[in-house]
């Protein structure tokens, strides 16, 4: 069994992962600013926009998923340098914080692994979304850069959806004809469920994804692919 580290773990997808994981067996560490309703073993109080240093965590972590993300949907024009000052701090340096803090413990597994997420609005241009793409786009890079100067020691993937079904995205899918409209814009006609990511994301975690790292999946219904 894993002992596994997720961050921002109050969020949908977040508490999918958990009941998924604790299914398995594993050992799960909460951090995040509220205590999420999750089946974790052990909860740690966090703002991950803080300045004061992370919880200290003594034991060994086989992975480390990273949640925290924005959906700051505006025009380029009327986006200041604070909104992209903001969805930079909380997808990328947060996630460069947590890692930097915790790397010591994943270099004590055999078999670490660490989950980040992006967005299709990366690899596929779409309107009102320079400020999370701009983000998300230094994750992808991230993604890269640390699956290669961690190897073979750490894993390091990213996960890339479309637009889920989520609180976060709820004023987008608020409605059965926003739904709709949204699930048509899919190759695959539907919108995507927490429960796709936290497949995926389990997955990264277990040895089942092994031989696998620097990768960037795209979980988006079709969307980045195929019209």
């Known amino acids: 069994m894993k002992t596994i580290l997720l961050i921002g773990a109050s969020s949908a997808v977040a508490k999918e992962v958990a009941k998924q994981l604790k299914k398995e067996g594993h050992t799960l560490i909460s951090i995040s600013r509220t205590e999420p309703d999750a089946p974790f073993d052990f909860f740690h109080q966090y703002d991950i926009s803080s300045d004061d240093p992370m919880p200290i965590v003594d034991t060994l972590i086989d992975g480390l998923v990273?949640?925290?993300?924005?959906?700051n949907l505006k025009s380029f024009q009327s986006l200041k340098s604070t909104n992209f000052l903001e969805d930079f701090q909380i997808n990328v340096l947060g996630a460069i914080k947590s890692i930097q803090s915790y790397s010591k413990n994943l270099a004590l597994s055999d078999s670490a692994s660490i989950i980040l997420y992006s967005?299709?609005?990366?690899?596929?241009?779409?309107?009102?979304?320079?400020?999370?793409?701009?983000?998300?786009?230094?994750?992808?890079?991230?993604?890269?850069?640390?699956?290669?100067e961690f190897a073979p020691k750490i894993?390091?993937?990213?996960i890339?959806?479309?637009?889920?079904?989520?609180?976060?995205?709820?004023?987008?899918l608020s409605s059965p004809e926003k739904?709709?409209?949204s699930a048509l814009r899919?190759?695959?006609k539907k919108v995507g469920d927490p429960k796709d990511l936290a497949n995926m994301?389990?997955?990264?975690i277990s040895d089942a994804s092994k031989w696998m790292t620097g990768q960037i999946l795209h979980l988006d219904g079709g969307m980045s692919s195929i019209k």
Request: hydrophobic fraction near 45%; glycine fraction near 6%; charge should be positive.
């Open 155 to 158: 894993r390091v993937n990213c």
């Open 160 to 172: 890339a959806p479309s637009l889920t079904n989520t609180p976060m995205a709820s004023r987008l």
């Open 186 to 188: 899919h190759p695959l």
């Open 201 to 204: 994301t389990t997955f990264l």
């Open 179 to 181: 739904i709709e409209a």
């Open 119 to 148: 967005t299709v609005a990366v690899q596929t241009g779409m309107p009102f979304h320079a400020s999370v793409a701009a983000s998300k786009g230094a994750i992808e890079g991230l993604t890269r850069s640390l699956a290669a």
């Open 66 to 71: 990273y949640f925290p993300g924005t959906i």
